[in-house]
């Protein structure tokens, strides 16, 4: 604990950074792929080859992707732009068939239902299907959240900013409590997070809770008859 707090000005400006660089992928592969996702779910005809390029994507290596990134973009090789573009692409390539199926779990019944009110395309999706896919979107957006907070250590590799330079620093310096640190660092984000996400959740979409509420009711109701 002592380089810890000796070192602390330097972990708390790399937490400062690792976190504004999870920030943007997440929020912008979210923003991208719900879209994507609801035209796979849409139109069927597309929806193989939707999910299969977006799949595909998660498979390109991911430091070959940030190398690559400052040619395809144009940008220096430090410029942050480089990694939340390379992020973005794997937070779209995890949100994607989740959003499919988001859309997907939504109750043909209701939709019709919504139909026949006279909810057009456009209202429909805003006011049934979007809210609906809700906790199942949340849940995709939880997975994206980690798997992107644990892919900004790659950063460090390249010379970008993060806790994944206490990584880098600790393997040179063969000091396992500086690398100790960083992935402590790394969790507790991903942790606060989560956290954060599921408050929102909580927010946003009072009625999964409601939802959950009355499968527990309807379980317990099930567990007493069986056992009556």
Same mark, same amino acid.
């Given at each position: 604990? $002592?380089?810890?707090?000796? !070192?602390?000005?330097?972990?708390?400006?790399?937490?400062?950074?690792?976190?504004?660089?999870?920030?943007?992928?997440?929020?912008?592969?979210?923003?991208?792929?719900?879209?994507?996702?609801?035209?796979?779910?849409?139109?069927?005809?597309?929806?193989?080859?939707?999910?299969?390029?977006?799949?595909?994507?998660?498979?390109?290596?991911?430091?070959?992707?940030?190398?690559?990134?400052?040619?395809?973009?144009?940008?220096?090789?430090? !410029?942050?732009? !480089?990694?939340?573009?390379?992020? $973005?692409?794997?937070?779209?390539?995890?949100?994607?068939?989740?959003?499919? &199926?988001?859309?997907?779990?939504?109750?043909?019944?209701?939709?019709?239902?919504?139909?026949?009110?006279?909810?057009?395309?456009?209202?429909?999706?805003?006011?049934?299907?979007?809210?609906?896919?809700?906790?199942?979107?949340?849940?995709?957006?939880?997975?994206?959240? $980690?798997?992107?907070?644990?892919?900004?250590?790659?950063?460090?590799?390249?010379?970008?900013?993060?806790?994944?330079?206490?990584?880098? &620093?600790?393997?040179?310096? !063969?000091?396992?409590?500086?690398?100790? $640190?960083?992935?402590?660092?790394?969790?507790?984000?991903?942790?606060?997070? &989560?956290?954060?996400?599921?408050?929102?959740?909580?927010?946003?979409?009072?009625?999964?809770?409601?939802?959950?509420?009355?499968?527990?009711?309807?379980?317990?109701?099930?567990?007493?008859?069986?056992?009556?």
């Amino acid at each position: 604990m $002592t380089w810890v707090f000796a !070192n602390f000005e330097q972990i708390w400006s790399l937490t400062v950074a690792h976190v504004l660089l999870s920030i943007a992928p997440i929020i912008c592969g979210f923003v991208i792929a719900v879209p994507i996702g609801w035209f796979a779910y849409r139109f069927r005809v597309s929806r193989g080859v939707v999910l299969t390029v977006c799949g595909l994507l998660y498979t390109i290596p991911s430091l070959a992707l940030i190398v690559a990134m400052p040619t395809l973009l144009g940008t220096k090789i430090l !410029n942050p732009l !480089n990694l939340i573009v390379t992020l $973005t692409i794997y937070a779209i390539a995890l949100m994607v068939r989740t959003a499919t &199926d988001a859309f997907e779990a939504v109750s043909r019944d209701v939709i019709s239902s919504s139909t026949a009110v006279g909810f057009g395309a456009w209202r429909r999706f805003w006011q049934v299907e979007l809210p609906l896919a809700g906790p199942v979107l949340l849940a995709g957006l939880r997975v994206v959240s $980690t798997s992107t907070v644990s892919l900004v250590t790659l950063g460090a590799l390249v010379g970008m900013s993060g806790l994944g330079y206490l990584f880098t &620093d600790g393997y040179q310096r !063969n000091f396992p409590t500086e690398i100790l $640190t960083g992935i402590v660092g790394t969790v507790l984000i991903a942790v606060v997070f &989560d956290v954060l996400l599921v408050l929102l959740g909580r927010v946003l979409l009072p009625w999964a809770r409601v939802d959950e509420a009355a499968r527990r009711g309807a379980g317990s109701v099930t567990v007493k008859a069986a056992t009556a």
